[in-house]
C-alpha cells in the first residue's frame, strides 16, 4: 500500500526538475529517461506490478527533444497529459536548448499553446 503512490510522486519530482534546468540537451534528456526507467524497474520489482505513471515523466522529458513547433504539432496531434505549466517550461526549454531568443517568437511559441490548451473539448457533464 505505501509504494502504491510513490511512482506517481516520483513522476512528479522528475518534471518538477525541469523547473530548475538551464537548459536542455540529448545527453540530459537520455539521462532523465533512463532514471525514471531504473526507478520504474525498481518500483515494479517491490510491487509485482508495472508502474505505468513514470511513463509520464519519461514522455515528457522527450518532448524536451522536439523544436518547439514539433511541440506544438505533438499536441495537437496526441493531446495532452500536462499542465499549461509543464508544457509551457517545455517550450521554454526547447526555445533556449535550439537558440530562439527573438521574445516576439517565444511569445508567438506561448499564444499558441495556450489557442492549443484553451480549445481541448471539456471533460465531464456540464449542466
Not at 540529448?26 to 513514470?54: D, G
Not at 522529458?61 to 518547439?68: I, K, T, V
Not at 535550439?98 to 517565444?106: K, P, S
Amino acid at each position: 500500500y505505501i509504494f502504491e503512490g510513490l511512482a506517481h510522486l516520483a513522476s512528479r519530482i522528475l518534471i518538477q526538475a525541469s523547473n530548475y534546468l538551464e537548459h536542455i540537451d540529448q545527453i540530459t534528456v537520455q539521462r532523465m529517461c533512463r532514471n525514471a526507467i531504473a526507478l520504474q524497474q525498481t518500483l515494479s520489482n517491490i510491487t509485482a506490478s508495472r508502474e505505468v505513471a513514470l511513463d509520464q515523466a519519461r514522455h515528457f522529458y522527450e518532448l524536451l527533444c522536439m523544436e518547439p513547433d514539433e511541440i506544438l504539432n505533438a499536441l495537437l496531434e496526441r493531446g495532452t497529459q500536462f499542465s499549461e505549466m509543464q508544457l509551457l517550461n517545455a517550450l521554454q526549454l526547447s526555445c533556449k536548448s535550439f537558440g530562439i531568443t527573438d521574445a516576439n517568437l517565444l511569445a508567438s511559441y506561448q499564444q499558441k499553446l495556450s489557442d492549443i490548451l484553451g480549445a481541448k473539448p471539456s471533460k465531464g457533464i456540464i449542466v
